[in-house]
């Protein structure tokens, strides 16, 4: 009688046979993040070397004669033993790496890293004729090295380090080290020789290691994620005995996963001595195997999340195969210890070089996330809240708990799996933040009234209380705040629910980002405004500039800029129905002034006002579509007079013929016209742009028709908007007079509304340097010198961004004190 595989297992283990697979075949060859990091982390060096270089040319000189100095007193046996060294070993130990790579089949590599290795000998070639062709004095010499006597690249060992960077020694320690030990005498030769500065050495560093990732991103390398049937025979060293193996289905980030039929005898326990005892017959393992290429999958998102948010705990968002070993492993065991109900840890094991394996028993079930609602009860609610209340009381944070990362089995238990995030020994922040990942995990599926209902059973309503504070959308997963799209109320409700559980209890506020996304636009558009004004700056004389400005005119410009405040308050009680005092509404716009300088223009002032609106009395939804509604008609004013102005220009003709074109001007408008139309055609643009309206606009044409039934009312709203025009017309007209500048008044009309529009879109604050770069940019196309434009347009943006700012500050303290605002 002929016995089965797995028979002939349990009957004879030592026995040699082959342990049967089921996986898709693996692709030859990957793309690995981590090789596209590498890469542009070496770009990014490569240009702080010449940026550093350009900067201190002299520090870079000093330090290179310090080294050729320091190396002209070593005995000079030394230095020839090191240069005979160096020339033979940076190209025979690359190649007996090489050799030693080909005996091991993998020829492929090497071919990549030898490709790498000619691209880079063809480019260091290449800068080398450049420095040749552009010395004495050529831009890539004097500019960047500061000096003809040195290559800017060393020819010789650049290729070799991109070799070395795209053939991989990962693993290799002796390899590695005779390796660069062979490139650093040959970077010290170089520099004693007088052939290459340091900054050279520092740019070949990062060139070929640049080149080096980026072939071996470009052309993939060859896969080295072990087969099935390497992490089965990893089993076998574990002390099991697979008889089966089945690849699972797994996301592309997430390790990949293997369902592992074993055949064990009772009492037997694996060879690593982790206490666990299987029973005897057929036992159903789930193996997750770690791959060493996938260590930096999500590493920009998780590195953005770091920086962006505070944490009591620092957490190393990259970590090495080993640690990710050694991390799952101890916060499974931690889990297991605390009593909570996780699948098993029958064994770790590395599996190569490459990868890693960690072998759970199988429990049968399903996700939380794949159940259906009416599966869902309040007991397996209120068991997954007992499970995590565990994992509190040990001080263990699982820092996932998300849909997947749930378990039901067969008779409705929840287990909590996914444990490679967590954390041992956690602080207050983190074990508080599980609590809301949960709240919202479970409230998205069971509704926050069961949520909150069982969660407070379990762990007590003083709990929930403290967790109101961190209920951000900025402190939960990605996959949570993507399904919070479709209900954008739910996190106010949990709250609201939770409250009414403990309405006495005070929670401190919790700031959880450290800066917002806004934040670093803005810095970006100071840097760019820097970039603009700031040259600009250096060829003005201010004192002489002062010193010769017609004060007539700059008394002008402070009128009208005075004016536009008046305007603005016309125009807001325009289109308000309710009776709004004058003078209190002009205050309301001085404190707007104030505001603009920690809010976008176009945001800044439409929150004061409504705020404004609502405490005179106008209900929410009135006041904002009163609001809308004189945004709306400055914005319709605004399009029509930059019409009738770009018309007005081309007629006269004779302002600039850059600007002021009729024919441009209507170019323009139908080329952006055409660009809309486009955009719109595409459902994520037409929605964005369709919520933006209906959320700014919502309820703007009742009130317009409450105001056409009052003609003194649409009289002032729409004077006010003219007259708003005409003052800052007016101010930038006086500012350019003052320094004996004149343009058609037309065109400095265009000149405003285009640089308005530019600076309402930006998302700085007041448009900060989008409003200062298009002014000055406009009129000197306009026909005034770079000096003269630059010195109006400091003058137009201090009398109506920055000279506004005391009064407006002034203004809204009063305001807050009267609880006008």
């Known amino acids: 009688m002929t016995q089965t595989h797995d028979e002939k297992v349990r009957d004879d283990p030592s026995a040699p046979s082959v342990v049967p697979v089921d996986e898709p075949a693996l692709p030859d060859r990957i793309r690995r993040p981590s090789d596209a990091f590498r890469c542009a982390a070496s770009v990014a060096g490569l240009v702080v070397i010449l940026l550093l270089v350009e900067v201190g040319q002299q520090t870079t000189r000093g330090l290179q004669g310090d080294i050729v100095e320091g190396t002209a007193h070593a005995p000079r046996f030394l230095l020839t033993l090191a240069t005979l060294a160096s020339s033979f070993g940076v190209l025979a130990v690359p190649v007996g790496f090489a050799i030693e790579r080909l005996f091991h089949k993998d020829g492929v590599r090497v071919a990549i890293a030898l490709l790498a290795a ?60 005779a390796t660069w030990t062979m490139i650093g005498l040959a970077a010290l030769t170089g520099l004693t020789a007088s052939y290459a500065s340091v900054a050279a050495l520092a740019a070949t560093y990062f060139l070929g290691r640049a080149i080096g990732h980026g072939t071996l991103y470009a052309v993939g390398t060859p896969n080295p994620r072990p087969p099935g049937t390497a992490v089965v025979a990893a089993l076998g060293r574990l002390g099991l005995r697979p008889v089966q193996a089945d690849r699972l289905a797994s996301l592309p980030d997430e390790p990949r ?116 609602d009416d599966e869902i009860t309040d007991a397996l609610l209120s068991d997954i809240w007992h499970q995590l209340k565990l994992l509190q009381v040990a001080r263990l944070a699982h820092r996932r708990l998300v849909g997947e990362a749930i378990l039901v089995d067969d008779d409705g238990r929840p287990y909590l799996v996914g444990l490679g995030s967590g954390e041992i020994a956690a602080g207050d922040l983190a074990l508080r933040l599980d609590l809301a990942q949960l709240l919202t995990t479970l409230a998205l599926r069971a509704g926050p009234e069961r949520t909150i209902r069982t969660a407070a059973e379990v762990l007590g309503e003083p709990a929930l209380a403290g967790t109101v504070p961190l209920l951000q959308r900025v402190a939960l997963s990605p996959g949570t705040r993507a399904a919070l799209r479709q209900d954008k109320e739910l996190l106010t409700r949990i709250r609201d629910r939770i409250v009414r559980l403990q309405p006495e209890s005070e929670a401190a506020p919790v700031r959880l980002e450290r800066f917002r996304p806004r934040t670093i636009l803005s810095i970006v558009a100071l840097g760019i405004a820097a970039y603009i004004v700031i040259p600009q700056l250096s060829s003005v004389d201010l004192v002489h500039l002062s010193s010769t400005a017609d004060w007539w005119w700059v008394s002008v410009g402070l009128a009208a800029a005075a004016l536009t405040y008046l305007a603005a308050a ?31 223009a176009a945001v800044g002032g439409v929150a004061i006002n409504t705020r404004y609106l609502q405490r005179s009395g106008v209900r929410p939804g009135p006041a904002v579509a009163s609001v809308g509604a004189s945004q709306l008609t400055g914005m319709v004013a605004h399009i029509l007079l930059l019409i009738i102005f770009g018309f007005v220009t081309g007629s006269t003709g004779q302002a600039t013929q850059d600007l002021a074109p009729s024919r441009t001007v209507v170019i323009v408008l139908l080329s952006l016209a055409v660009l809309a139309g486009v955009a719109l055609t595409i459902p994520a643009v037409r929605h964005f742009v369709t919520a933006r309206l209906g959320s700014m606009f919502s309820g703007v044409v009742p009130r317009l028709m409450d105001v056409l039934q009052s003609p003194r009312k649409l009289a002032t709203g729409l004077g006010g908007s003219l007259l708003l025009t005409v003052g800052f017309v007016v101010c930038l007209d006086a500012s350019i007079r003052a320094f004996g500048g004149s343009l058609p008044w037309a065109t400095v009309a265009i000149v405003f509304l285009t640089a308005n529009a530019v600076g309402s879109a930006a998302p700085t604050p007041g448009g900060l340097g989008a409003v200062e770069g298009a002014l000055t940019l406009a009129l000197t196309f306009s026909g005034l010198s770079a000096e003269t434009a630059t010195s109006a347009v400091l003058l137009y943006r201090l009398l109506t961004l920055w000279l506004p700012v005391l009064p407006g500050w002034a203004a809204f303290a009063y305001l807050q004190r009267k609880e006008a605002i």
């Open 570 to 600: 016309l125009m807001l009680m325009g289109f308000v129905p309710e009776r709004l005092p004058l003078w209190r509404t002009v205050v309301v716009q001085i404190a707007a002034s104030f505001v603009k300088l920690v809010a976008p």
């Open 257 to 372: 996963r293997y369902g592992v039929r074993v055949a064990h005898e009772a009492g037997a326990a694996p060879a690593d001595a982790t206490g666990v005892t299987l029973p005897q017959g057929d036992w159903q393992l789930d193996v997750r195997v770690l791959d060493r290429d996938k260590q930096t999958a999500g590493l920009l998102q998780r590195i953005w999340r770091l920086v962006r948010l505070r944490e009591a705990t620092p957490r190393r968002e990259l970590r090495s195969l080993r640690r990710s070993l050694e991390q799952e492993s101890l916060m499974a065991y931690a889990a297991d210890a605390a009593g909570a109900r996780t699948p098993r840890l029958v064994g770790a094991s590395e599996v190569g070089t490459e990868a890693a394996l960690l072998a759970y028993e199988h429990v049968q079930g399903r996700r939380l996330d794949t159940l259906d």
């Open 118 to 177: 000619v691209i880079t000998f063809g480019l260091t070639v290449a800068l080398d004729d450049l420095r040749t062709a552009a010395a004495p004095g050529g831009v890539l010499d004097s500019l960047i090295w500061g000096g003809t006597d040195t290559a800017p690249v060393h020819t010789d060992i650049a290729p070799v380090i991109a070799f070395v960077s795209a053939v991989g020694m990962a693993g290799r320690a002796r390899w590695q080290a």
